[in-house]
């Protein structure tokens, strides 16, 4: 009667603790299951807002450029200029002759009026840096002003930082914009016809978000 006793005892100790192994295994289960939950809830509410944000920035971007388009309207339309949108930027495409005589980076005074209603456009968009980009196509520099510019780099060079010393002198303010150059070595169209290298002498004209510009401008570790 008694070793019966014991091992209903024993028995009954082990299926107690089992029954406990079992519980406590099922809650630890069932935590990890609802913070699994809550841990994806986050990053569907993440993966929205960041959703929203970008339809907001989207939305922002066309805005501007709408707006751009609208205060050049008389330029586009007159073929002096173009306004693209890209992703992250605007820009303002002027071919060569509109500001420049061939070969040569001094602002003619046609080009310094249209030059001034892009800056009067540009003033608003005050959390924009400006890069100013000069273009050429791949003939090389005549012989005769090879003493002022050696190579297609420093005429590219030299009219973008002209562009950028007229839009300050009509009001943008400097410290918002960059003038560069890329020579021959970015071209839109062919070289070997008149009219790609027409389309290759250019000055762009770019307008970056200031954030994006920044971030750009760091060094990569």
């Not at 805005?63 to 309207?73: I, P």
């Not at 339309?77 to 071919?95: E, K, T």
Request: net charge positive; aromatic share 6%; charged share 25%.
């Amino acid at each position: 009667m008694n070793r019966y006793l014991l091992v209903s005892a024993v028995v009954a100790v082990s299926v107690a603790m089992g029954g406990c192994v079992s519980t406590s295994k099922y809650e630890k289960l069932e935590t990890d299951k609802n913070q699994e939950i809550a841990n994806l809830q986050k990053e569907k509410a993440a993966l929205e807002q960041q959703k929203a944000s970008l339809q907001t920035s989207s939305q922002e971007r066309q805005a501007q450029y709408d707006a751009l388009v609208k205060k050049l309207s008389t330029e586009v339309q007159q073929g002096q200029l173009q306004v693209r949108q890209y992703q992250n930027m605007l820009s303002v495409d002027v071919a060569e002759q509109i500001f420049f005589d061939s070969g040569r980076a001094v602002l003619k005074d046609s080009g310094k009026a249209v030059l001034k209603t892009v800056g009067d456009a540009l003033k608003s968009y005050e959390n924009k840096i400006i890069r100013v980009v000069g273009y050429t196509d791949n003939v090389p520099i005549a012989k005769a002003i090879q003493n002022v510019y050696p190579s297609n780099w420093e005429l590219s060079v030299a009219r973008a930082t002209n562009v950028v010393r007229y839009l300050q002198d009509v009001g943008v303010a400097p410290e918002r914009m960059v003038a560069s150059g890329r020579g021959e070595y970015a071209p839109i169209a062919p070289n070997d016809t008149a009219e790609g290298r027409q389309k290759n002498r250019r000055i762009a004209i770019m307008l970056i978000d200031q954030s994006l510009a920044e971030e750009m401008s760091k060094p990569k570790p």
